[in-house]
């Protein structure tokens, strides 16, 4: 079956740092990717996504994320963190092998600090 | 949110009670799904329709039900079949399924007197 893991629950970076938010993937075929982030009693909100292509991939709020087939990862990036960049972010697979359903990641809180 | 509006913000459910949820959407997006979400358990797919009037069982059907009758609508009840019915719902749309970014709503939390 199509899966996301992210290993890190929390990730604690300073203000004005570079911040990586990290993700694997295992999946049968050519993987969709998507970065989705969810700000406090709200719904989630896409960020991103790579489909094929660069391996860079950009998109809102100055996020980026970098899709490395070898290692099997899509972590997402930022060159430098604002306050408001703390919230939930969850990495997801379209899993073609379900009615292209979206299987979403447990989700990573990140907290930055001012 | 876009154009995905669900209601009500907060709702209770007494025990025994079923309870509807609602989702309206205004995108003109085919396909609509209905998330749960539980703390450090990420989304889990409940149930999702791709189409008018059709709709198929996700990872955690038991307990819910749906309907599809009309392109812009897809309520989900939560009956009295669901014993842990606390936590946070949310109902999503897309466009495609090559992609399919999902579009969200902000979210009902359900919780149980």
């Known amino acids: 079956a199509q899966s996301v893991a992210q290993p890190e629950d929390q990730v604690n970076v300073a203000e004005g740092n570079p911040l990586t938010v990290k993700c694997t993937y295992s999946v049968s075929g050519n993987p969709y990717l998507f970065w989705y982030v969810q700000y406090p009693n709200r719904g989630l909100q896409f960020l991103l996504k790579?489909?094929?292509?660069?391996?860079l991939v950009k998109g809102s709020y100055g996020f980026e994320a970098e899709f490395n087939k070898s290692q099997t990862s899509f972590h997402l990036k930022k060159p430098s963190a604002l306050v408001s960049d703390s919230a939930l972010y969850f990495c997801?697979?379209?899993?073609?092998?379900?009615?292209?359903?979206?299987?979403f990641g447990k989700g990573t809180r990140l907290h930055i600090l001012p | 949110d876009g154009g995905i509006t669900q209601s009500p913000k907060y709702l209770f459910r007494k025990e025994g009670q079923n309870v509807t949820l609602s989702c309206e959407q205004n995108?003109?997006?085919?396909?609509m799904y209905w998330y749960r979400q539980d703390p450090g358990q990420g989304l889990r797919l409940i149930y999702y329709s791709q189409i008018v009037n059709d709709f198929q069982k996700g990872d955690i059907a038991e307990g819910y039900s749906v309907s599809r009758e009309k392109k812009e609508s897809f309520p989900l009840t939560v009956t009295s079949a669901q014993k842990n019915p606390t936590a946070f719902y949310l109902c999503?749309?897309?466009?495609?399924?090559?992609?399919?970014?999902?579009?969200f709503g902000a979210g009902t939390r359900l919780s149980v007197l």
């Open positions: 999503a749309s897309s466009q495609d399924r090559i992609e399919n970014i999902q579009y």
């Open positions: 790579y489909i094929t292509g660069d391996n």
């Open positions: 997801a697979v379209r899993d073609m092998n379900r009615d292209d359903k979206i299987i």
């Open positions: 995108l003109n997006h085919d396909a």
